[in-house]
């Protein structure tokens, strides 16, 4: 058997490879550096620009994001780095005006590469040997404006990334600050002035320097006391549930809180509110019985049940449902009770679980079971959305008389319209389970 014939790799010299990256991304940098001149008011106002004046625009061009930790935060590398993919995609999408009057505007993206680095050169350059430097000026009108939007939006888009990753513990992530770091120049370097030196001169000192812009968005994480609460002699933890507020940039915990009224609870201090705190029982049962991926999901539907719905009903003296929604689409039920001063979230049940009431009318509608439930995956919304029970009249007939026709609504949603689907895993095939459904049926008076 002859021997395959060995293909002898290529040697790269390394310092050829990075001038010829260099050479590609000049490329790049000169064509967005063209567009922005063309968006300002022509694109002949490139050729204004001088080539030592150029240079500087490109070495104090922005470098890629990074994120990082607050000092007394621990936040792994993988959700660091999954944070600043997200910023990204979204600074190319979100856009700053360019000059007043004009419809044209510039992604968050360009501006942090060409934009930022182009107002620099402006600012600074000596109008003796910039001829036509004028013609910029509307241009740089609206530096600190558009500087105040860039960073504002930055840290709201911070604080976006924060949001969709943060997990449902005892902490919030959030957008400690934003800043722009220029290494060369923190280091005492000074770069020569225009007309004491030459133009290769001032290539070879912009060339070993770094002057580009470094952003950095540092992360903190703001703790939450776990609470222990005393049951039938045995002891819970708990975590409080609610949302960060700034003041003045400082972020400040507000707790979501119930009404004694609400609840239909007599107390001397009905002016109180009951703050509302949940069981690590409870965010497992979530996870397990809806199943997003997104921990923000989760967070979403606890703001619009307690401090938007508001639907509670008592189920003994200090026992209660609190209806979950999402998309104003009921989805099942908080069990939680009334205990030391606080609505503690016991655990979470499906509408179509035991327990609820729907969940019961719709066991006594088609005598099925609770592992008939199970083994039929409808305990789930996950499994409802991947069904084809929607397709079959009949059940759904049945969902709707029990009450639960939101939840398939929720799945049709899910299903067809885009800004839904992330919700759950759409990778998985149908689970045709509607005629076997029908043949575990045994439907009831009702």
Known sequence: MAKKKQVRKKHVNPIEQRRLQEIQYRKFFDDKLRELCRQIGDVSLFSLIPPTERLITYRF???????????????????????AKLIKSQQLVMTLEVVKGSNERMTFADYAIVGTALEYQLRDSDGENYPGKERFNKFLELKDERGRLYEDGLLKIGSTACWFFDEL??????????????????????????????????????????????????????????????????????????????????????????SPE?????????????????????VE??????????????????????????????????????????????????????????????????????????????????????????YLAIDTLQGLANSD???????????????????????????????????LDQSQPKNLIADLMTEYMKPGDE
């Not at 061009?61 to 000092?71: I, M």
């Not at 290769?200 to 222990?228: C, M, N, S």
């Not at 609400?262 to 409870?282: E, G, M, N, S």
Request: hydrophobic fraction near 40%.
């Open 169 to 258: 513990d005892n902490k919030f992530l959030y957008t400690y600050k934003y800043d722009v770091h220029v290494p060369a120049l923190e280091s005492g370097v000074k770069p020569p002035k225009i007309g004491e030196t030459s133009f290769r001169q001032a290539l070879h000192f912009f060339e070993t320097q770094d002057f580009r812009l470094h952003p950095v968005i540092t992360i903190g994480t703001y703790p939450l006391e776990w609470r222990k609460i005393t049951m039938n002699g045995e002891t819970h933890t708990a975590t409080p549930v609610g949302f960060l507020h700034y003041i003045n940039d400082e972020p400040h915990f507000v707790p979501f809180a119930i």
């Open 389 to 423: 029970i929607e397709r079959n009249e009949p059940i759904c007939k049945l969902f709707r008389a029990a009450g639960c026709g939101s939840i398939l609504e929720l799945c049709k949603k899910i299903n067809n319209e885009p800004h839904m689907m992330w919700l």
């Open 61 to 83: 061009r922005g470098a890629s994001l990074k994120v990082v930790a607050a000092p007394d935060a621990k936040i792994p590398i993988k959700l660091r780095d999954a944070l």
């Open 285 to 374: 049962r979530m996870k397990e019985r809806i199943g997003c991926p997104f921990s923000c999901f989760y967070r979403t539907i606890l703001a619009e049940s307690i401090m938007g719905k508001k639907e509670f009903i008592p189920l003994s003296k200090n026992r209660l449902l609190i209806g979950c929604f999402t998309n104003d689409l009921k989805l099942g039920y908080f069990v939680a009770e009334n205990v030391e001063g606080i609505v503690l979230i016991r655990t979470f049940l499906l509408l179509t679980n035991s327990g609820t009431p729907e969940g019961d009318k719709l066991a006594r509608l088609t005598g099925l079971e609770i592992e008939d439930r199970k």
């Open 262 to 282: 609400d609840l239909k609870i007599r107390t001397h201090f009905t002016k109180l509110k009951l703050p509302v705190y949940i069981q690590q029982h409870a």
